[in-house]
């Protein structure tokens, strides 16, 4: 079957690369690097095995930071490369590691097998380690085969997932019996991945390793410039992550809050860079006045339109139109609305504004994380809204009782406190993979 799904995937890759060729001419980020995508780029410095981590997009390297922090704490000897598979992605984790020049971060390789024996022989690990869940056929098994152990830290598999991948049992069962570890965030994502073919001993119920992630002070020294900045006296609060559908959602929620407190501020963030330019004729469409955050660098009328009209301190709606900056408009916010929760996509980092301190709003859709939306709504933490009339109904309440924001913001940081540990469990079961003998070739 994997012989198959090789096939597949090498016809695909002309179409795959046109499609890559085609969006870097909007967005350069696409070529840039493009090499490690089949197996090329520079050669890891050292002699030693090192560490290979991979993030596959924003929201894994967010959650990785802490992790690679500690591994070169625990390991500073060793070489370590980040690989992402988005250029977004690759972006965060060049912006996260850039103080790192031990850190070399760059695109992960397709899964075909010459272009991940490339990536082996150019990263040498003695240890990859898997952010969430990026279960890669050709990528396990080339590992297996060169007895590189493979550790899926704080992994997570939907019902759905598991179900679609036990069709195709023989992809990658054979691989992650030979190979791989699990550090589940759950027992109930434990029990998918023993059906998914993992032997029972190699799984341990670890946590989210998202709980461990602490803010540092300079998350708050920023948010403190960018509230004084945007909105030093006027209510602000943050739709962040958010999908087709949900940005109109937003500006309905917003234009009911406006109606008693009318010098408000929506900060939006879109998930996905290319749906920027979308988002912003929206907002042109609106006739709300609103400013995009990268013009806030240059001079404002560069953004045109109404956007030409606003400015930081007046505009009713600022498109956050950056990589990065999203924990930093949470802190910065009296009330945060996460996406991908209003539309079936399954709900994005409810942590992130949660460990802020932040009251927490997000929509009925959260099976990427069912675990945490519960965890947090059982705890206090977190209010669910249907659609953005129920939406501009909750922050028109949070945003006129103070009160009532902070007991909704005390209780999910309170929650998020008390489940930290995993990161502890994971660079327990690193160490013990570190010390473990090469694996021979099955």
Same mark, same amino acid.
């Given at each position: ?36 995508? #089949? ?59 850039? =103080? ?87 027992? =109930? ?27 540092? =002070? ?9 509230? $004084? ?75 045109? @339109? ?22 930093? #408009?949470? $802190?910065?916010?009296?009330?945060? #609305?996460?996406? @991908? ?37 059982? =705890?206090? @933490?977190?209010? #669910?809204? @249907? ?27 309170? $929650? ?27």
């Amino acid at each position: 079957m994997r012989v198959l799904y090789t096939l597949l995937a090498t016809l695909a890759l002309p179409f795959a690369s046109l499609v890559v060729l085609w969006r870097g001419l909007r967005e350069r980020a696409y070529w840039r690097g493009w090499s490690a995508r #089949f197996g090329g780029g520079a050669e890891l410095p050292g002699e030693a095995r090192g560490l290979w981590v991979h993030a596959v997009s924003v929201g894994e390297v967010q959650a990785a930071m802490s992790l690679v922090t500690a591994l070169r704490k625990a390991w500073p000897s060793l070489p370590l490369a980040v690989t992402s598979a988005t250029p977004a992605g690759r972006e965060r984790a060049r912006e996260a590691f850039a =103080a790192d020049a031990a850190v070399d971060v760059r695109y992960a390789p397709y899964d075909l097998p010459w272009a991940v024996r490339g990536a082996l022989r150019r990263l040498r690990p003695g240890l990859l380690v898997i952010v969430e869940t990026e279960l890669w056929p050709n990528l396990l098994h080339e590992c297996a085969r060169e007895g590189v152990p493979v550790l899926v830290a704080s992994a997570r598999v939907s019902a759905r997932s598991a179900a679609r991948w036990t069709r195709f049992r023989g992809l990658l069962q054979p691989a992650l019996g030979a190979t791989v570890t699990v550090a589940a965030q759950s027992a =109930a994502d434990a029990g998918r991945f023993t059906s998914l073919g993992v032997p029972a001993a190699r799984i341990h119920v670890c946590g989210n390793i998202k709980f461990d992630r602490t803010p540092g =002070a300079a998350v708050r020294e920023r948010a403190l410039q960018l509230r $004084a900045h945007y909105a030093a006296a006027r209510p602000m609060w943050v739709a962040g992550s958010t999908h087709p559908g949900e940005e109109s959602a937003a500006l309905e929620a917003h234009a009911a809050l406006r109606t008693t407190h009318g010098d408000a501020l929506l900060v939006l963030a879109p998930r996905h860079r290319p749906r920027f330019a979308e988002v912003a004729t929206t907002l042109e469409a609106s006739g709300l006045s609103w400013l995009r955050r990268s013009a806030t660098a240059r001079d404002p009328a560069d953004a045109g @339109g109404a956007a030409a009209a606003a400015t930081a301190s007046n505009a009713a709606v600022l498109l956050l139109d950056t990589i990065g900056e999203l924990e930093d #408009f949470y $802190a910065a916010a009296d009330v945060a #609305f996460v996406g @991908g929760s209003l539309v079936p996509i399954g709900g994005h980092n409810l942590l992130e504004p949660a460990a802020l301190g932040v009251a927490t709003l997000t929509g009925p859709y959260q099976h990427n994380a069912p675990d945490i939306a519960r965890l947090l709504g059982d =705890a206090g @933490g977190l209010q #669910f809204v @249907g659609n953005g009339a129920e939406l501009g109904a909750a922050l028109l309440r949070l945003m006129s009782d103070e009160a009532a924001r902070v007991r909704l913001a005390t209780a999910a940081q309170a $929650a998020v406190a008390a489940n930290r540990g995993a990161l502890a469990k994971i660079l327990g079961l690193v160490s013990d993979l570190l010390a473990s003998p090469p694996r021979p070739r099955p």
